[in-house]
T-cell receptor, first 113, second 113 residues
Framework: KNQVEQSPQSLIILEGKNCTLQ??????????LRWYKQDTGRGPVSLTI?????NTKSNGRYTATLDADTKQSSLHITASQLSDSASYIC????????????FGAGTTVTVRA | KAGVTQTPRYLIKTRGQQVTLSCSPI?????VSWYQQTPGQGLQFLFE???????NKGNFPGRFSGRQFSNSRSEMNVSTLELGDSALYLC????????????FGPGTRLTVT
């Protein structure tokens, strides 16, 4: 079973609207959580990196939240633009003897005019 | 600064052949990680190199190998190719290990026929 679950699998929103993507994980011991944006045919681009002590972090119109107690994270996109159409991937990194990366399957966001 | 570059961008190979992919990290970056991305499995971690040493490894068979040179450039090799190896192979670099942002290259699209 995947230790990082993302929902929804895909969503369609109208330009200018907001949306929220979810990431639930069971990975431990937790080190940090990362959100990436991947445009079709391109490599992922980092949006945020969140450590245990961080609850909220913003990057422009993207705001990530982390609840380390419930092991949940969300990515909120405000005032969506056509360029936000992409796949959003949640990655959780555990650290014991070394780093172990666990990837979510991604949420595909389509923004329509 | 130039971004992460990967060569070749596209490759078609036949089952049983071997392939070598190349990654040039951002200047000054010492950590290079490799990932496989397929529609069915999503992003999966292959291995990480730092200071010419493999520091971390994912759950892939021994047919997948890599190396890093003194200038931090990295190569990965896949021997005895299988149809299931068809994927986008992504390379990412970061300044150091740990809590650093990773910068991805555009990927190499490998098709095995």
């Amino acid at each position: 079973k995947n230790q990082v679950e993302q929902s929804p699998q895909s969503l369609i929103i109208l330009e200018g609207k907001n949306c929220t993507l979810q990431c639930n994980y069971t990975v431990s011991p937790f080190s940090n959580l990362r959100w990436y944006k991947q445009d079709t045919g391109r490599g992922p681009v980092s949006l945020t990196i969140m450590t245990f002590s961080e609850n909220t972090k913003s990057n422009g119109r993207y705001t990530a939240t982390l609840d380390a107690d419930t092991k949940q994270s969300s990515l909120h996109i405000t005032a969506s633009q056509l360029s936000d159409s992409a796949s959003y991937i949640c990655v959780v990194i555990a650290r014991s003897n070394d780093y172990k990366l666990s990837f979510g399957a991604g949420t595909t966001v389509t923004v329509r005019a | 600064k130039a971004g992460v570059t990967q060569t070749p961008r596209y490759l078609i190979k036949t089952r049983g052949q071997q392939v070598t992919l190349s990654c040039s990290p951002i200047s000054g970056h010492r950590s290079v990680s490799w990932y496989q991305q397929t529609p069915g499995q999503g992003l999966q971690f292959l291995f990480e190199y730092f200071s010419e040493t493999q520091r971390n490894k994912g759950n892939f068979p021994g047919r997948f190998s890599g190396r890093q040179f003194s200038n931090s450039r990295s190569e990965m090799n896949v021997s005895t190719l299988e149809l299931g190896d068809s994927a986008l192979y992504l390379c990412a670099s970061s300044p150091d290990r740990g809590l650093y942002e990773q910068y991805f290259g555009p990927g190499t699209r490998l098709t095995v026929t």
